[in-house]
């Protein structure tokens, strides 16, 4: 079993759509939790940052961790064709340094 | 968020000679880079770890004397593919970590680098 599962895709959705992407982990050492939008040929762009279980909402974007059934979501709200893009989960530890661990990424479409 | 450039965007370069790629934090101060490669379509695959002022832990399976890591500052790292192959062209991107604890403990990514080897 992979540390990070995150289902590739793609998701297409139409433009307005509620946006639900996932990640599971099985780490349980895992204290903090991210999620990084990719455009083509581009690096990965920091959406949200969680620490420990909860919510998080940033405009569109609201993030949630839920580390008892150590599964993680991201929601975009009324979706524009502007967020068609890959999206990363990561997480790591809380200790020093550590690198992050990444899912395999979802490539989502907004239809206009 | 924070800053961290890469550069060059985007390099093509013969076989058999070597590329340098930099890694730069411009407003904040970070002990610690992470190299990674991504190849079309997949995850970003972590290739080592860079320590300023120390030698770099590189992950099972990557040549240390093909991808050199020099983190000669605070606010800089560098990779250099050594004799550079076709298959070594590749997305490579960095990221680093605020080094004040006190400050953002995010990663932040610099904008990549395609290096095509022809």
């Known amino acids: 079993q992979k540390e990070v599962e995150q289902d590739p895709g793609p998701l297409s959705v139409p433009e307005g759509a509620i946006v639900s992407l996932n990640c599971t982990y099985s780490?349980?050492?895992?204290?903090?939790f991210m999620w990084y939008r990719q455009y083509s040929r581009k690096g990965p762009e920091l959406l949200m940052y969680?620490?420990?279980?909860g919510n998080k909402e940033d405009g569109r974007f609201t993030a949630q961790v839920d580390k008892s059934s150590k599964y993680i979501s991201l929601f975009i709200r009324d979706s524009q064709p502007s967020d068609s893009a890959t999206y990363l989960c990561a997480m790591r530890r809380n200790s020093g340094n550590t690198p992050l661990v990444f899912g395999k990424g979802t490539r989502l479409s907004v239809i206009a | 968020g924070a800053v961290v450039s890469q550069h060059p965007s985007w390099v093509i370069c013969k076989s058999g000679t070597s590329v340098k790629i930099e890694c730069r934090s411009l407003?904040?101060?970070?002990?610690?880079m992470f190299w990674y490669r991504q190849f079309p379509k997949q995850s970003l695959m972590l290739m080592a770890t860079s320590n300023e002022g120390s030698k770099a832990t590189y992950e099972q399976g990557v040549e240390k004397d093909k991808f050199l890591i020099n983190h000669a500052s605070l606010t800089l790292s560098t990779l250099t593919v050594t004799s550079a192959h076709p298959e070594d062209s590749s997305f490579y991107i960095c990221?680093?970590?605020?080094?004040?604890?006190?400050?953002?403990?995010?990663?932040?990514f610099g904008q990549g680098t395609r290096l095509t080897v022809v």
């Open positions: 969680t620490y420990s279980s």
């Open positions: 780490n349980s050492a895992f204290q903090y």
């Open positions: 407003d904040f101060q970070a002990t610690t």
């Open positions: 990221s680093a970590r605020d080094l004040d604890p006190r400050g953002r403990t995010e990663a932040f």
